[in-house]
């Protein structure tokens, strides 16, 4: 019965384990062939992209488009296939006794699943097959039902630059989302919400399927008494207005000394005359992804006014705060909020900024200690000590000292969360490493000492293992 997504979904990938068996481990050569073909896809087709993403977004910044979702995912491709070959060399390792050999081979796993969220639909797809494609893996791709033109164009163009058992693409509804997560990959990376991560993580496990989990949290930004608050200000919101806040990385709340709250807003406020003299007619200033989505953000704003906060709008004079036929939303500062708000408690994914303040830095510190662990910590502050005091004292995916989100696009640097923000890390050898299996091999010598002393009788051995014991 192939009528079920499941079972559909089944023989797809029994025919891409197949192929991948029957073809043995992939060259350097093919693997970097195929990072190359991943990079020209988005190379040849970039205008058709960037219309399909404009179109699912109501609005979305071609420039925006344009590097995070094709430059710097082509930057990823380029720079494995650079390295592949100097990665996929055995490493050897010490062995105890002469003549026998000892190393770990880099083993492509097989097919790796890869479900990729709307806010990026072509760096969070095309992205991890830097590794999965370094690895020696072929993969199955389950891009967003929420971006449906661009992920109907992937669903086009990928058979027009791959074979059949090398990549494909499944389109479909959360149904077909979760029959996806269900299926025995050899191997399945999620981006998306700690909750769905959850449903995935649930029914990877049928199978006992390894996975990765990019997630997102509520990644905290400390700007300490020492920081210069322009320069922070214009750092954060520059990440929070980036695709309207709509990333896992973004800038989720501030913790900033009580005395600089003025100072802070008044920063804010200039950035913004600078960056974004107006939203609603700007080219530059992506819409909220959906209605409800949209909704979703706006009735944040509503709860925590209801709760107490003071929400002050940082919109260009004479416009609206947001608008629901543009599906844009002007940044917002929420003072005095506190952990009953609903804007708190939810990844916000929007741009929306509470503000905590406090009175000694430690507070600040034991704030973000006792919330679960973000996929990011931004520290803004000069002094050696103190950075080093936040870098140690708090977990979280990565850190970022004087800046937000750098991290990101340093192909050398493991990308992943801790905790609820995610488990497993990739990007560059950290994501060819994900994605292989580190296989030990030992080639024996021909005496086979190692073997010999394992054999009985053990009597004439037990006074070396005695005097060994004893020191």
């Not at 072509?122 to 991890?128: D, H, Q, S």
Request: net charge negative.
């Amino acid at each position: 019965m192939l009528n079920t997504p499941h079972a559909s979904l089944q023989a797809q990938l029994t025919t891409m384990k197949t192929a991948h068996l029957q073809a043995g481990p992939a060259s350097a050569e093919l693997r970097k062939d195929r990072l190359l073909r991943a990079a020209t896809l988005i190379t040849e087709n970039h205008k058709a992209i960037n219309d399909a993403l404009n179109r699912d977004f109501g609005h979305r910044s071609e420039y925006q488009s344009m590097i995070v979702d094709m430059a710097t995912t082509v930057t990823m491709l380029r720079h494995s296939a650079e390295q592949v070959s100097e990665w996929m060399k055995p490493e050897r390792v010490d062995a105890p006794f002469a003549g026998m050999q000892a190393w770990i081979e880099q083993q492509p796993l097989g097919v790796v699943g890869i479900i990729s969220p709307w806010n990026f639909p072509i760096n969070l797809a095309f992205g991890p097959l830097a590794g999965v494609f370094a690895a020696g893996n072929t993969a199955m791709l389950k891009p967003s039902e929420l971006t449906p033109f661009t992920s109907a164009l992937l669903a086009d163009l990928v058979p027009q630059y791959f074979a059949e058992n090398e990549l494909q693409v499944v389109l479909g509804d959360a149904e077909v989302g979760l029959a996806f997560s269900g299926l025995p990959f050899d191997h399945l990376i999620f981006t998306g919400s700690t909750t769905v991560g959850k449903h995935v993580m649930r029914a990877a496990a049928e199978n006992l399927v390894p996975v990765t989990l990019e997630l997102g949290g509520k990644s905290p930004v400390f700007i300490d008494t020492d920081a210069d608050m322009a320069q922070a200000m214009a750092k954060t919101l520059t990440i929070k207005t980036f695709n309207a806040g709509q990333i896992c990385l973004s800038p989720d709340y501030l913790l900033v000394p009580q005395q600089s709250v003025e100072t802070l807003v008044e920063a804010a406020r200039d950035f913004m005359q600078r960056s974004f003299p107006t939203v609603q007619a700007n080219p530059d200033y992506t819409a909220i992804i959906s209605p409800r989505h949209f909704a979703r953000l706006v009735a944040l704003l509503d709860d925590a006014r209801s709760k107490g906060a003071t929400v002050i709008s940082l919109a260009p004079e004479g416009e609206a705060d947001f608008d629901a036929a543009t599906r844009k939303i002007a940044p917002h500062l929420v003072l005095e909020v506190n952990d009953s708000m609903l804007i708190m408690q939810e990844e916000i994914f929007g741009p929306l900024l509470p503000v905590v303040t406090f009175s000694q830095s430690e507070e600040a510190l034991a704030w973000i200690n006792a919330h679960p662990r973000p996929l990011a910590a931004y520290y803004f502050g000069n002094n050696a000590a103190s950075q080093a005091t936040f870098i140690t004292n708090t977990t979280s995916g990565a850190v970022v000292i004087n800046d937000v989100m750098t991290h990101a696009a340093i192909d050398g640097l493991p990308f992943g969360g801790v905790g609820a923000s995610g488990m497993g890390a990739y990007h560059g050898i950290h994501g060819f490493r994900r994605f292989s299996h580190q296989k030990p091999v030992v080639v024996q010598n021909v005496d086979g000492e190692s073997n010999l002393r394992l054999r009985a009788p053990y009597q004439d051995k037990t006074a070396s293992i005695v005097a060994f014991l004893q020191g």
